[in-house]
């Protein structure tokens, strides 16, 4: 199943919404630090509700601490970036692709984008609107993935 990794996180409350969303998909949830934000902020506790104990969480003090665990468990690293090379709905995804997003105001750094095995973006039509928000981006690509990979339950 594809993993969320948020690449340096800034706001709480987008950090809690995209834990429900990894919780409510049984989707594992990297944190890549530096955070702008304590794991116990009560912000993001309050934006996962009660629904921390279902998120499969880790946390990776760094980018390098990060790589290492990618680097033994394998897998396609995608990144999402306005500035990517691949519509997202134009591209095919894997079970063990790791959705790479970056902070809320600068997005994923160039060292991470040059170290990704393709870079994605998610069209918009106003061309005046920069992006759209984290956990909102998260929410588009996981279950684009999830959708190709068939792991939309359809209860």
Known sequence: MPQVVLVNPLIPPNTGNIARTCAATGTELHLVGPLGFEISDRYLKRA???YWPYVKLHYH?????FKKIHG???GRQLGFS???SYNYLSFQFKA???LIFGSETNG???????TCDATLFIPMSEPNVRSLNLSV???IGLFEARRQLNYIDNQ
């Open 48 to 50: 996962g509700l009660d």
């Open 61 to 65: 003090e760094s980018l390098e601490a």
């Open 72 to 74: 033994i468990r394998g």
């Open 82 to 84: 306005v500035k990517g």
């Open 96 to 98: 063990d692709d790791w």
């Open 108 to 114: 994923l750094p160039d060292e991470v984008l040059s």
């Open 137 to 139: 981006s998260v929410a």
